[in-house]
């Protein structure tokens, strides 16, 4: 189930923003709103569909400098 749960969310997600996508276009007309939705489902795609972009690991950052007095 630990592997499951995201891809479920994932479709959940998309098929949420195929669906606001279909009402601003052939639903009611708002060209600017379908241009906002597919945009972002555009990123996600090219974001889930090249490996490059996936983040390998999480960072926790570094304090810059040490105060040594």
Known sequence: MKKIGPVLVNIILYFFLLWLLYDSTIKEWDP???????FVLLVA????????LHAAAVSPGQYPYEDEH
């Open 32 to 38: 600017w709103f379908a241009f906002v939705v597919g």
């Open 45 to 52: 795609m090219i974001t889930s569909l090249i490996p490059s």
